[in-house]
């Protein structure tokens, strides 16, 4: 066959694969979400998607700036990178390109999962064509790459992290290209870090590892040189830079480590535990947050390893001495193999490494690999290498006989289970209405006079995203916003310039202020209203709607964080013996305020106040101590930004903390 030929029969793999996945992706989904219009079904799901959708509203909405993906509408007046919206960095820039031409309402996400079943299923057929010639035995291969659960888990519940295709074509000029010319290999590597950096980092230090285990195997076989091989790596890195500098990436001084890490890493079960989401498997119980390191292989997949594994073993057991000999070529691929396996199934269980809810090992890293580490704190996606990997190997077991036969009706079998494994994907893909909110006339009113939206504090993530709508749709720029890595220090800052402007009696006259958790008055120049649950202070009264004179807020418990030894039920927050309930967390400016607790048992409780940020307990006053209320006099002598309220349970029974509401306190 000739080079045009194999061409154009690689070009027929992927496209029957590609076929495939488009298939997939329209029984599982529909046609609806391909709709650039249609922008309800993100509304409705709600979460992550939400977040990555809302960020690339405000980055269209936004003048350009350079770096190319800066924006300055979510932390203004201060720039972020779009990196940090999770908004498909790529896409968000090639799109605003046509901003003034495009429609009002216009989303790519629908479009981009399509984008990733089609390249799953081409690259799945493409990878198999190395190791059977039949297009029908491919095409049934396509099936076992795109019912992955791992890509499945991520779609449009985080979509920019569904992009797998990356891995499997990474995994292809590994395990499919042994003899791949180094000026093509540069080429190919080179825009694999380009597209890595372009969609999500998270995927530079997955394809990374991968593009290593080509270099091993490359200087094992000497197919490249070692100096080729750095080449390679350094054309990855330099092209993966570039990128990330165009985005915006290194503007500013986002919070880059964050904490997380051993919170999301993936547990020794891992590969075979089923979480609740496939049906053929068992649930193993895991650590909260671990949910980050799903990486099952599904019934299919396993069983397909399994009768890999016995067909090798027949067809191998007669081979003389001189057919299994441990060549070049053999070391190149074991060795390779070995690291891109052990490598990321490490650093996927590290540092604290579990077996079902068992601690077995808890590395202490030094600071500087830790930090460094810190930078991917979900470092149990990195199981994600191991599962393709598995995947890869299965495939290449089964069809090895040669047979289509036999191969045949075991693809078939174990798709069959593979898709009926993962229904819960497809059982769940409808999804409820939710009501609209931020739709009243007053808001309609503020849109029409203001531009700007000036968070004063912090307000909690489920009110980011959803008040995150209106802010969007209405072309408002904001003063923070929920996205994956802030300039904490640089928001502090100007929330502090604020807070000043407002003491001084000088608010802006064409910005919303909202408060949460924190309460500012009258004599700082604001008119005070309740509108949908937010405090919000603008600099003209309105004769629609209420003023309010001293706003109380009723503090809502986050389901069952910040707490220990107790759960947040229906009845309220329950303190165990011994329990700790930690907030709410909140700003306050200088004054007193009245705390009043209702629930059961409170006689039982003891309280404090604590600002991390002074490293102080704040002065208390009791006011009221009965079984079913407590109320006391909170003093904050200065501006807090992180007080941190919190009860004790010292008794031996249950304590029910039902509700609390914080109100300014005037004698």
């Not at 405000?58 to 190319?68: A, H, M, S, T, V």
Request: aromatic content about 16%.
């Amino acid at each position: 066959m000739n080079k045009s030929q194999n061409q154009n029969s690689k070009g027929i793999y992927f496209l029957l694969g590609s076929l495939i996945g488009l298939i997939i992706y329209l029984c599982i989904y529909g046609p609806d979400r391909l709709s650039f219009t249609n922008d309800t079904w993100i509304y409705n799901l709600g979460g992550d998607i939400s977040q990555h959708y809302l960020g690339w509203i405000f980055y269209r909405n936004g003048d350009w700036q350079f770096p190319l993906g800066l924006t300055n509408q979510m932390t203004y007046p201060n720039s972020v990178s779009v990196i940090f919206t999770d908004s498909i960095p790529i896409m968000a820039i090639f799109f605003k390109l046509f901003r003034k031409i495009l429609p009002d309402t216009f989303q790519y996400f629908g479009l981009y999962g399509l984008l990733c079943f089609i390249l799953q299923g081409g690259m799945g057929s493409l990878i198999t064509s190395k190791f059977h010639p039949s297009k029908l035995v491919c095409s049934i291969s396509s099936f076992l790459f795109v019912f992955s659960p791992v890509m499945l888990f991520r779609m449009y519940k985080h979509t920019a992290l569904s992009s797998h295709f990356l891995i499997l074509i990474a995994i292809y000029l590994w395990f499919c290209l042994p003899e791949l010319n180094w000026k093509k290999a540069l080429l190919y590597w080179s825009s694999l870090g380009i597209l890595c950096a372009g969609i999500h980092i998270y995927f530079l230090p997955i394809v990374g590892i991968i593009l290593v285990a080509f270099c091993i195997r490359q200087i094992i076989n000497k197919s490249l040189s070692f100096l080729q091989c750095i080449a390679q790596i350094f054309s990855f890195c330099c092209s993966a830079i570039i990128t990330i500098w165009i985005e915006g990436g290194f503007y500013g001084k986002s919070d880059v480590s964050t904490n997380g890490l051993g919170l999301y890493n993936a547990n020794l079960n891992t590969l075979y535990n089923g979480m609740s989401i496939n049906y053929l498997l068992p649930n193993f119980e895991i650590f909260p947050g671990q949910s980050e390191g799903y990486g099952c292989l599904g019934f299919g997949i396993l069983l397909l390893f399994i009768i890999g594994l016995i067909l090798y073993i027949i067809l191998h057991k007669k081979e003389t001495k001189e057919h299994t000999t441990f060549n070049q070529s053999t070391k190149g691929l074991l060795f390779s193999t070995l690291w891109i396996c052990i490598i990321p199934f490490a650093l996927a269980v590290n540092p604290k490494i579990c077996f079902n809810q068992h601690e077995l090992l808890i590395l202490q890293l030094p600071e500087s690999l830790n930090n460094l580490l810190s930078i991917f704190r979900c470092s149990g996606r990195f199981i994600w290498i191991v599962v393709y990997v598995i995947i890869v190997y299965a495939v290449q077991l089964a069809v090895q006989c040669k047979k289509t036969k036999i191969i045949v009706p075991v693809l078939v079998i174990c798709s069959i289970l593979q898709i009926t494994d993962l229904q819960y994907f497809y059982k769940n893909s409808n999804i409820p209405e939710r009501e609209a909110m931020y739709e009243s006339e007053a808001w309609d009113y503020l849109a029409e006079k203001y531009k700007k939206i000036n968070i004063i504090g912090e307000l909690d993530e489920a009110t980011y995203l959803n008040f995150g709508w209106y802010m969007a749709k209405n072309h408002f720029s904001t003063t923070q916003f929920h996205i994956a890595r802030l300039n904490s220090d640089e928001i502090q800052q100007e929330i502090n310039v604020s807070i000043s402007d407002l003491k001084s009696g000088n608010p802006s006259n064409d910005t919303i202020y909202i408060f949460n958790n924190t309460f500012y008055y009258n004599d700082y120049g604001l008119h005070l209203y309740e509108l949908d649950g937010l405090y919000i202070g603008i600099s003209e009264q309105l004769d629609f709607m209420q003023e309010l004179d001293s706003p109380s807020i009723e503090y809502q418990f986050p389901n069952s964080m910040y707490l220990i030894n107790g759960e947040d039920t229906a009845d309220g927050r329950v303190l165990h013996s011994d329990g700790i309930s930690f907030g709410p967390y909140m700003s306050l400016s200088a004054y007193q305020y009245l705390i009043t607790v209702k629930g059961q048992g409170l006689d039982h409780l003891n309280y404090d106040a604590f600002s991390g940020e002074f490293n102080e307990k704040l002065s208390i006053t009791p006011l009221i101590t009965t079984e079913n209320e407590l109320q006391y006099i909170l003093l904050a002598d200065k501006d807090y930004s992180d007080i941190e309220i919190r009860f004790f349970n010292e008794s031996s029974s249950d304590v029910i903390i039902q509700h609390i509401y914080i109100m300014p306190y005037s004698k």
